[in-house]
C-alpha cells in the first residue's frame, strides 16, 4: 500500500500535468480526431450541380486518392530533393560556424553570435518576401548585377523553385542551428582539449576527433527537427508560387492540402493528405532517430 507521501507525490504531479494534458488534448488530440473523421467522408452535390450538397461516407476513398493523385506524390519528391540540398548545406554550415567561434582564433563572439542569429528573428513570411523581392528579375539589384555579367537565372522557375526556396531556409535557420552547436561546444570539458593539444592535436584535428563527436547528440536533435520541418515545407513556395505561378498550387505536400481545402472545397480529401504527411513525418522521424541512435553508440 502506498505511504501517504507517494500519494501526495501523485497528486501533485497529476495537477501539474492536468492543464498541460488538457490543452493537448485540444489543440493536437482533438484535431487529431476531427481530421481523421473528416478524412472518411466526400462532399457530393446532387441534381446537375443545381441541388444541394451531402457527405457521403467513402471509408479510405480519400486515402486512395490522395496516393493516387500524381500532384500529391510529386510533392514529396519536392520534398526529397529539398532535404538533400537544404539539410546538408544548413546543417553543415551551421556546425563550421560553431566551431569557428568556439576556436581561440574567433574574435568578437558575442558580435558574430548575435548578427549570425538575426536572420531567424525575422518572421519566416517576411523573409520569404524579402528574397521573393531579390529573386524578381526587373525588380532585384542581384538580378541586374548577374546579368550585366551575362548570367542569366530564373531564380522564381520551376527547376529553380527548389533551390530558391532552400536558400531562403538555409538564410534563416543557419544562425538557429549554430547557436546551439555553439552552447554544446561550450559544455565540452575543456581538460580533454588540453590533453589533445599536449598530445599534438591540431586545431582541425580536434575539432573533427573530439568537439564534433561530443556533440553529436545536438546535431542529432537538429537534423531530427530540421527533418520534420522540411515535410511541413510551406511558406517559402507558397510566396514563390503567389509571385510566378510557374510552380503550381501543389508544389509540396501541404500546399496541395492547402488547394485541395480552400480552393476546391474537398475538405475530405485534405484531411486525409494532411493525415498521410503527418503519417509519413512520424516514420521518417522514427527512421532519423534511429540512425541517431546507432551513430551515436561508440
Known sequence: MASPSARGQRRTAALLLTPFLGLFAAVTLAPLFYAAWLSLFTTRTSGLGFGGT?????GLGNYARALSDEAFRDGFLVIAVYCAVYIPVMIGGALVLALLL???????????QLALFLPHAVPGLIAALIWVYLYTPGLSPVIDFLESGGIDINFLSVDNAVFSAANIAVWEWMGYNMVIFYAALQAVPRETLEAAKIDGAGAVRTALSIKVPMIYPAVALAILFTVIGSIQLFTEPK???????????????NMYVQTAAFQNNDFGLAAAASLLIALFAAVLSFAVTRISRRGSKP
Open 54 to 58: 451531402e457527405n457521403v461516407f467513402t
Open 102 to 112: 568556439d576556436s581561440g582564433l574567433a574574435k568578437a563572439r558575442s558580435f558574430f
Open 239 to 253: 510566396v514563390i508560387y503567389n509571385a510566378s505561378s510557374a510552380i503550381g498550387s501543389s508544389f509540396t505536400p
